[in-house]
């Protein structure tokens, strides 16, 4: 009941994609396509709103039991009913605001860094059809304060307790079943829950701008490392950085050679270098992060003798 | 006295102070403060609460020195948007310089309301230290103090009614800050630390509610235990509000009858609120205390629709439900068959980031509120697909509503059976609910909406948008229009200079305005500022900061905050706070 299941919709899908290769590149794959597989499948909900009659078929079961008397199903936003595959996922470095109406598909910082049509995200009112971008877009969860839902609120719902392992805490699965035995099954199991977002606070030396990050829309160190990159990244500072590969990977936050290192204080106070625990114990430790200077970064300590950047753990493999 | 106002001197300074201890609002009160110096003196000087919407709006010490008599102040900071994070850390709303002023100027004063402001520990002492008659401590979503700021004013109001904790940031450094309350202490009758993230000493808190025979409200944080929660219940029967942190079902033999009895001995109970983690088998155990329940506010991540439902049919006294949105449309018909008295509903998304199976709560579920709960007045809803023909019916059924807060979660989501934009379900939520105060609008909405807003809401107080409209035309509507419009928020709207500059004078008439990621720029800030000195008009330049004047007019302001101030611009902001 990992992380696995609670995609299990957009990661059967995916999963059947890639086959059941066991190769680290393939899994590596797979782990992008299902992280990414949501983001396609919540944009995609209106396109699938769109096609329902035709792809009530391959819901998979999703609706089956919402069926009312004469009214259609809710949106079925979580059926990723295409099969994915890395061409269909939007690039991370490529998050700048499309022309698209779901303005959803802006990330955090790039609201943020906008310099120029801050919405650009009109549609034309005389078209019916909604949102049916040329790309996929990236969802709603990465835009800075939507749902307008205060996030203190989520950050204690399901919140955690100290028995709990840190597999079954955050990237814990939710109880998704559309049949009720299941979720009796569930209950003599340890207590899980899905903690919808956990914002800590981000500094990034030199920047005077203090940011919040939401760990729990990150499902690995990359992602983070990327939407940091994302946030800090300013159009005057790119000179001083290493010149990017494939984008905006300029800092190179998880990268050895980069100038920046990624840090956290944990529970206890300590400042650590992040990416030596598994995602999801770094979760439950982490209360503050810290972009510092590599000249700052020699002292820290480190959980464990590993090269941080050798975090690259197949999506639910370290789980 | 001038010969026309002769009249006031027919009756003594008393009479009048008697009088006007019977206007309701400070609106009133401050119409009565115009009409002649004698009433303008009498007015202040016996004015005993103080609610300033603004902490920018005006200068601390004025506020003080103005109404000497205060008791009960209220104080907001932040602007709302500050909760979704829209606004950077640091941005201000620092409580320090109020408290000082306070301290200073009231020492008589006996209740502190604060909501979205930086208090710190400092505040929290001097507050404590100042205020000998110090009863009621309110902070809600503030942030910027620790266990240790909430230590001193234990040890130090002696007369401490009510310490009121809601959804702050709290730094935990102080574990055992409720030792702090001495054992004289007895006058406790609200006690909300539900946002308390550390473990707490349950024997103490035992200790404490014990000699605290007036507690009434009693909310408690996630990390109580159940036995514990028992053994507190046992002490305190005579609650009216309950919160149960988080309930965890651990399935220790003979839990349930204990939890069971324990409830049943809470006879006034009425608010009942926290997170219900011990799933369904535990439930059984609050039925005997339903029938009292007013408000009920429940979070649950593990209870199904019929479950829960069994629970809302036995609140037929509710007035106010809480829940999240698992309690899907079949629950909320449950509610609208049951809760007859039902007012308020909120209904909260327990997966705003679509990471799960979606829940099946649609337009159907409102619908079936608005149609069985006639007294339905306040409305928070979250959900993925809404229409216009729902939105017209429940407007129909609910003409009384005065909070209408719809939030489609996926942006632009139209019509999900016509595909049109929602313009004329909103457009009837307007036109039919004349006393409707607050609205929050969501989905694809174009400027029709924005028309009719301004035509007809002409009781509307607060307004927020998002990701909708089609022109400046938009803005234009609701500035020009909205008679009562005191606050506006616009996040992501194709909104910019003509509407503002058009309508500068609405701005000073309403306490503020943001708009983020909308298409404003620097140069009608510029005039704007120009034009109406007693606006604040603040840019927030997320690059660094760096002097205003060297940027050219045409560049884009991604965030803007207005707000009407006799204060001048502020001197806290921070670098990247730049007023124009």
């Known amino acids: ?319 | 006295m001038d010969r026309a106002f002769s009249w006031v001197a027919a009756f003594p300074d008393e009479v009048w102070e008697h009088t006007f201890s019977f206007l309701p609002t400070d609106a009133d009160r401050n119409a009565v403060a115009l009409v002649c110096r004698s009433w303008h003196r009498i007015e202040r000087l016996s004015r005993r609460k103080i609610f300033v919407g603004n902490c920018y709006a005006v200068e601390p010490a004025a506020a003080v020195r103005r109404f000497p008599e205060v008791r009960a102040a209220t104080i907001k900071g932040k602007p709302h948007f500050a909760d979704f994070n829209l606004t950077i850390t640091d941005w201000g709303g620092g409580a320090g310089r109020w408290i000082q002023s306070m301290a200073k100027g009231w020492p008589l004063l006996e209740e502190l309301r604060l909501k979205r402001m930086v208090v710190s520990d400092d505040c929290l002492e001097i507050a404590a230290r100042s205020f000998k008659n110090f009863r009621v401590l309110s902070l809600a979503s503030c942030e910027g103090f620790s266990t240790a700021g909430l230590a001193s004013v234990a040890a130090n109001c002696r007369n401490l009614k009510a310490l009121d904790l809601h959804e702050n940031e709290v730094e935990e450094n102080c574990i055992n800050w409720i030792s702090h309350f001495p054992e004289s202490f007895t006058s406790l009758v609200t006690l909300n630390i539900a946002c308390l993230d550390g473990e707490m000493n349950v024997s103490i808190l035992e200790r404490l509610i014990s000699r605290c025979p007036n507690l009434k409200t009693l909310r408690l944080n996630h990390v109580t235990p159940l036995e514990k929660l028992v053994g507190l219940l046992h002490r305190a029967p005579q609650l009216v509000d309950l919160g149960i942190g988080m309930l965890i079902g651990e399935g220790h033999p003979g839990l349930f009858s204990k939890l069971e009895s324990a409830f049943a001995h809470l006879k006034h109970l009425k608010n009942l609120s926290g997170i219900w983690e011990a799933g369904p088998l535990y439930l059984p155990a609050i039925y005997s205390i339903c029938e009292g329940l007013t408000a009920l506010h429940l979070c649950d991540s593990s209870i199904q629709t019929p479950e829960l439902s069994k629970v809302v049919s036995r609140c037929k006294n509710l007035q106010q439900l809480w829940a999240m949105d698992l309690i899907e449309d079949d629950g909320l018909i449950a509610v609208a068959s049951s809760c007859k008295l039902l007012r308020e509903l909120r209904i909260f998304p327990s997966d705003p980031h679509g990471l799960a199976q979606p829940v099946y709560l649609t337009q159907y579920g409102l619908l079936a509120v608005s149609s069985g709960c006639v007294m339905l007045e306040s409305v928070l809803y979250f959900c993925r697909q809404m229409t216009n023909s729902a939105l017209l019916a429940i407007a129909n059924n609910c003409p009384n509503l005065t909070c209408f807060r719809l939030c489609i979660i996926e942006p632009y989501t139209p019509d999900y059976i016509t595909q049109e934009p929602l313009d004329a379900g909103f457009g009837a939520i307007v036109e039919l609910c004349k006393d409707l105060r607050r609205l929050s609008i969501s989905g694809l909405l174009t400027d029709r909406v924005f028309k009719t807003i301004g035509a007809s809401a002409n009781r509307l107080e607060m307004l927020s948008v998002a990701f909708a409209g089609d022109t400046d035309a938009g803005l234009h509507y609701i500035l020009s229009g909205c008679k009562k419009l005191r606050k506006l928020e616009i996040r992501d709207c194709p909104f910019g200079d003509k509407a503002l500059l058009d309508n500068a004078d609405k701005l000073e008439a309403m306490r503020s305005l943001w708009m983020s990621s909308c298409s404003v720029t620097l140069g009608a800030c510029r005039l704007l500022a120009k034009k109406m000195p007693r606006l604040n008009v603040e840019v927030i330049d997320e690059n660094g900061g760096g002097s205003l004047e060297s940027w050219p007019d045409d560049c884009h302001v991604e965030k803007l905050y207005i707000y009407r101030t006799i204060a001048g611009p502020r001197t806290d902001a921070p670098p990247f706070v730049l007023t124009v």
């Not at chain 1, 009109?122 to 749902?147: N, Y």
């Open chain 1, 1 to 319: 009941m990992l992380e696995g299941n609670r995609r299990r919709y957009c990661g059967g899908v995916a999963s059947l994609a890639s086959g059941s290769s066991a190769s680290k590149a393939t899994a590596a794959e797979r782990d992008l396509s299902v992280e990414d597989g949501v983001a396609a499948g919540v944009a995609d909900g209106e396109e699938v709103e769109n096609d329902r009659d035709d792809e009530e078929g391959l819901e998979l079961g999703l609706t089956l039991g919402a069926a009312r008397k004469s009214s259609p199903p809710p949106v079925p936003w979580g059926s990723c009913l295409r099969i994915l595959t890395a061409k269909d996922l939007p690039s991370l470095a490529s998050l700048a605001p499309p022309r698209s109406p779901s303005a959803s598909s802006v990330s955090s910082s790039s609201v943020t860094n906008l310099s120029s049509g801050g919405t650009g995200m009109k549609r034309a009112a005389e078209s019916a059809s909604p949102h049916v971008g040329g790309s996929p877009q990236p969802p709603s969860q990465m835009v800075v304060g939507w749902p307008p839902i205060r996030t203190f609120r989520m950050n204690n719902f399901f919140n955690q307790s100290k028995d709990n392992t840190p597999e079954t805490t955050t990237v814990a699965s939710k109880k998704i079943s559309a049949s009720k035995d299941q979720s009796q099954k569930d209950q003599g199991s340890r207590r899980m829950g899905m903690r919808s977002s956990m914002f800590v606070k981000v500094k990034m030396d030199g920047d005077p701008i203090g940011r919040k990050v939401d760990l729990a829309v990150h499902h690995s160190y990359e992602a983070l490392a990327v939407s940091l990159e994302l946030m800090f990244q300013k159009p005057m500072m790119t000179t001083n950085l290493p010149a990017a590969l494939d984008g905006a990977k300029a800092l190179k936050l998880m990268d050895i050679s980069s100038e920046f290192a990624l840090t956290y204080e944990d529970k206890d106070g300590d400042w650590m270098l992040v990416g030596d625990v598994p995602w999801g114990m770094f979760v439950e430790t982490a209360k503050r992060l810290r972009i510092m200077k590599i000249s700052d970064a020699t002292g820290l300590s480190r959980s464990t003798g590993r090269n941080p950047s050798c975090v690259l753990k197949p999506y639910g493999g370290s789980m």
